[in-house]
């Protein structure tokens, strides 16, 4: 999944449709996007001017943020700890559940 397009790519567009270069169907064709995207981001910028891209609504966020401190005092602590050990110790104190993948990667 890509990220947002930057606001002057975004820019473009709209300017391109002020200027009467084309329907919203041929700007998306021609700037390679969807046809909704054209439509909502000029929605957009009518009703707000604006044709920055919205904030990321978060999500869920993965396990393991929050106690990140405690693996790395953990690591601290035992540095030759194993994987297994690691994510017992994070379980029994975080009251966090954790693959070693997952702690592989933290």
């Not at 009518?46 to 919205?54: A, D, I, L, W």
């Not at 030759?80 to 993948?101: G, I, K, M, N």
Request: charged residues 25%; glycine residues 8%; hydrophobic residues 35%.
């Amino acid at each position: 999944m890509r990220g947002p397009y930057s606001t002057d790519f975004r820019r473009k567009i709209v300017q391109a449709y002020e200027a009467g270069r084309g329907s919203q169907r041929q700007l998306a064709r021609l700037f390679g996007v969807s046809l909704s995207f054209v439509q909502d981001l000029w929605q957009r910028y009518k009703r707000t001017g604006s044709v920055e891209p919205r904030a990321h609504g978060g999500g869920n966020p993965g396990k393991i943020i929050a106690p990140v401190t405690l693996v790395e005092h953990f690591h601290h602590q035992q540095p030759d700890a194993s994987l297994a050990e690691r994510c017992e110790r994070v379980a029994a104190t975080a009251h966090v559940r954790v693959s070693r993948r997952t702690m592989s990667r933290a």
